[in-house]
């Protein structure tokens, strides 16, 4: 344990490295359309400029895992503030869509810093149940700052403000992260309990591990397939879109608060089971209703998507234990990886949607909603898949405590 630190300090500098992190998700979001309309893109080229922000993420989260017990968090944050900076700036003077690429691709290597230099961070500093406590609580400002960014970029947007001055907003938690961490002492990295890389790659090639990585990818297309589209996919619907992505990711935060009460009820494939098949519902409403029933299938979405991301993490934390602080950074990684490739591919429905119902006679806000909600229809396949991969996962699980239980007792 690291006594001559700050963790005051580096904990809070952490929150709003994360706030950073999910603002330059929800604000990135909401400008979408104005995006699309200043610059003449299509909705795929759209997708490909949201691909960058996941495609950066996973690079730096993997990268930071594999050298975070050489270079340490302090470094890491450097980098992540230098990438936030750069990608903020450049985004702002991007010009076109070329620029817009570049940027947002900094903006994602930024926020994958952050990950691989945050969590081993505060599991560093804290021990026990309070490590536990304090990790749910960095976690909660994930959806929490989307909650917040979603709002600002609402409120920006109905007053007329450009999206450049939204941009310049990312500026303020990124500018107090590096004020509460400058000149402040880090913790040292732990290594007690590290196991080699040969390990953790060893316990990373188990059927196990493999199908929980399978899962992720599509835990992660289901959650931030539809929450970085919710702008353009649901313009149209007679609700807000902002107000639907903050409605979602407020109950994910009060919903994490209390997931370790939650996942001791049901247990980790409970809970994913039953998240698929809110998950799946909260979709199928979102491609079939309109006006304020709108937010009902927000409800459902959002305690579907909920536990996803932790809970994963926490399942490969728990049952392959060997894959280390690398398998989990993996695992998170291969979930950002697997969005990045689905953007362009969404953006794509999007455009083939509208091109269809166009050639039909569909005109105006009509047009839209249809090919939006013809999108979310196909959309709805992820969780459904989940829901089929969970309840292998579910017996495989409880097979392999009765095994277990057998061996005990014929030990």
């Given at each position: 344990?690291?006594?001559?630190?700050?963790?005051?300090?580096?904990?809070?500098?952490?929150?709003?490295?994360?706030?950073?992190?999910?603002?330059?998700?929800?604000?990135?979001?909401?400008?979408?359309?104005?995006l699309?309309?200043e610059?003449?893109?299509?909705a795929?080229?759209?997708?490909?400029?949201n691909?960058?922000w996941?495609?950066?993420?996973?690079?730096?989260?993997?990268?930071?895992?594999?050298?975070?017990?050489?270079?340490?968090?302090?470094?890491?944050?450097?980098?992540?503030?230098?990438?936030?900076?750069?990608?903020?700036?450049?985004?702002?003077?991007?010009?076109?869509?070329?620029?817009?690429?570049?940027?947002?691709?900094?903006?994602?290597?930024?926020?994958?810093?952050?990950?691989?230099a945050?969590?081993?961070m505060?599991?560093?500093?804290?021990?026990g149940?309070?490590?536990?406590?304090?990790?749910?609580?960095?976690?909660?400002?994930f959806?929490g700052?989307?909650?917040?960014?979603?709002?600002?970029?609402?409120?920006?947007?109905?007053f007329?403000?450009?999206?450049?001055?939204?941009?310049?907003?990312?500026?303020?938690?990124t500018?107090?992260?590096?004020?509460?961490?400058?000149?402040k002492?880090?913790?040292k990295?732990?290594?007690?309990?590290?196991?080699?890389?040969?390990?953790?790659?060893?316990?990373?090639?188990?059927?196990?591990?493999?199908?929980?990585?399978?899962?992720?990818?599509?835990?992660?297309?289901?959650?931030f397939?539809?929450?970085?589209?919710?702008?353009?996919?649901?313009?149209s619907?007679?609700?807000?879109?902002?107000?639907?992505?903050?409605?979602?990711?407020?109950?994910?935060?009060?919903?994490?608060f209390?997931?370790?009460?939650?996942?001791k009820?049901?247990?980790?494939?409970?809970?994913?089971?039953?998240?698929?098949?809110?998950?799946?519902?909260?979709?199928?409403?979102?491609s079939?209703?309109?006006?304020?029933?709108?937010?009902?299938?927000?409800?459902?979405?959002?305690?579907?998507?909920?536990?996803?991301?932790?809970?994963?993490?926490?399942?490969v934390?728990?049952?392959?234990?060997l894959?280390?602080?690398?398998?989990?950074?993996?695992?998170?990684?291969?979930?950002?990886?697997?969005?990045?490739?689905?953007?362009?591919?969404?953006?794509?429905?999007?455009?083939?949607?509208t091109a269809?119902?166009?050639a039909?006679?569909?005109?105006?806000?009509?047009?839209?909603?249809?090919?939006?909600?013809d999108?979310?229809?196909?959309?709805?396949t992820?969780?459904?898949?989940?829901?089929?991969?969970?309840?292998?996962?579910?017996?495989?699980?409880?097979?392999?405590?009765?095994?277990?239980?057998?061996?005990?007792?014929?030990?």
């Amino acid at each position: 344990m690291n006594e001559n630190i700050n963790r005051s300090a580096l904990f809070n500098g952490s929150c709003f490295a994360l706030i950073t992190t999910a603002f330059t998700f929800a604000i990135r979001a909401g400008i979408l359309p104005q995006l699309g309309e200043e610059f003449n893109l299509t909705a795929e080229q759209l997708g490909f400029i949201n691909s960058m922000w996941f495609l950066g993420f996973p690079i730096s989260m993997v990268i930071g895992g594999l050298v975070y017990h050489s270079v340490g968090p302090k470094n890491i944050m450097r980098v992540a503030l230098v990438a936030h900076t750069i990608g903020i700036i450049m985004t702002i003077y991007s010009g076109g869509y070329t620029g817009l690429l570049i940027s947002t691709l900094f903006i994602g290597f930024g926020n994958g810093c952050t990950e691989a230099a945050c969590n081993p961070m505060i599991a560093d500093m804290y021990s026990g149940e309070k490590m536990n406590k304090m990790l749910n609580r960095f976690h909660m400002w994930f959806p929490g700052g989307i909650f917040l960014g979603s709002l600002i970029s609402k409120f920006m947007t109905d007053f007329g403000l450009s999206w450049q001055i939204q941009m310049w907003v990312l500026m303020i938690p990124t500018v107090i992260y590096a004020v509460l961490f400058y000149g402040k002492t880090f913790p040292k990295p732990t290594t007690e309990g590290v196991t080699s890389l040969s390990k953790n790659f060893k316990a990373m090639l188990t059927p196990l591990y493999i199908f929980l990585f399978c899962c992720m990818a599509m835990t992660a297309i289901t959650e931030f397939g539809t929450q970085q589209w919710v702008g353009i996919i649901m313009s149209s619907s007679g609700a807000s879109p902002m107000l639907i992505l903050a409605s979602v990711t407020g109950l994910m935060a009060v919903g994490r608060f209390f997931g370790g009460p939650v996942t001791k009820v049901f247990g980790q494939t409970g809970v994913l089971l039953t998240s698929a098949v809110f998950a799946a519902i909260g979709i199928y409403l979102f491609s079939t209703v309109t006006g304020p029933m709108v937010y009902v299938a927000a409800v459902l979405f959002a305690i579907g998507v909920c536990y996803f991301w932790p809970t994963m993490v926490g399942a490969v934390a728990q049952r392959v234990p060997l894959s280390g602080a690398l398998g989990m950074s993996i695992i998170g990684g291969v979930g950002m990886f697997s969005t990045s490739i689905f953007q362009p591919i969404i953006g794509r429905w999007i455009d083939v949607a509208t091109a269809e119902n166009a050639a039909a006679g569909l005109t105006g806000s009509q047009l839209e909603l249809v090919a939006g909600q013809d999108t979310l229809s196909k959309m709805v396949t992820f969780p459904v898949i989940l829901i089929v991969l969970f309840i292998i996962f579910f017996l495989w699980q409880k097979k392999s405590k009765a095994t277990d239980a057998e061996t005990l007792a014929t030990a």
